[in-house]
Structure formats: C-alpha cells, structure tokens
Nanobody, 122 residues
Framework: QVHVTESGGGLVQAGGSLRLSCAAS????????MSWSRQAPGQVREFLAA???????YYGDSVKGRFTISRDTAKSTVYLQMNRLKPEDTAIYYC????????????????WGQGTQVTVSS
C-alpha cells in the first residue's frame, strides 16, 4: 500500500510560479512511477509529468518547457515546479503512484492523493 499526499497549491498571478510537493509513503514506494496530472472543471484528467525513482522524466505536451518534475529519494517526495503559469493552468492537481503500461495513462495509476487546488488569476 502506498499513500500520497499533495501540498503547495494556492492562488498565483499569471506569469508566476508554484512548486507542488507529493509526499509518498509505503515500504515499496520506490518501485512505482510517480506522476502529476490535473483536472479542471468539466474536463478530463490531463497527464502532466512523471518520474521514476531512478531518474527518468516524462512530460505532457502542454507543460513541456514550463513545468519540471523532480524527486528527493531520501524524502520519498516528488515535486512539480510550475513556471510561467497561465489562467488555463487552473485546476486540481493530483499526484499518483503506480506501474502503468505507459506513464501517460493516468487511468492506470493505482494510488492517488486527494489533490491540491491551483488557481491562476489573469
């Protein structure tokens, strides 16, 4: 069993930055791929980024060049640094852990946090 907890969301002006954190716990957490996704009202959940604990990183097209995923293995924590935020980035951001057949398939992650709200004002 793996538990993930997100933090770091909030209100920011367009062009600003935020860093989200995802604390993961569980004896086997390092076996899992960790991802960030988001869901805006009325929209499907969108893959943003994923990382393996060994260092591989993957990004969705909409955030390449603006968002950076990183991890601190010693703290079992994954981060999402978000720069040059836009109003359309407003959503609930979720962290997840799992072993999907493809890192981009959000529906195949097994363990989810409750999400953290990010609101970007224009």
């Amino acid at each position: 069993q793996v538990h993930v907890t997100e933090s770091g969301g909030g209100l920011v002006q367009a062009g600003g930055s935020l860093r989200l954190s995802c604390a993961a716990s569980g004896r086997t957490v390092t076996r899992y791929i960790m991802s960030w996704s988001r869901q805006a009202p009325g929209q499907v959940r969108e893959f943003l980024a994923a990382t393996t604990w060994s260092g591989g990183t993957y990004y969705g097209d909409s955030v390449k060049g603006r968002f950076t995923i990183s991890r601190d293995t010693a703290k079992s924590t994954v981060y999402l640094q978000m720069n040059r935020l836009k109003p359309e980035d407003t959503a609930i951001y979720y962290c997840a852990a799992g072993g999907p057949s493809s890192v981009y398939k959000t529906e195949e992650y097994d363990y989810w946090g409750q999400g953290t709200q990010v609101t970007v004002s224009s």
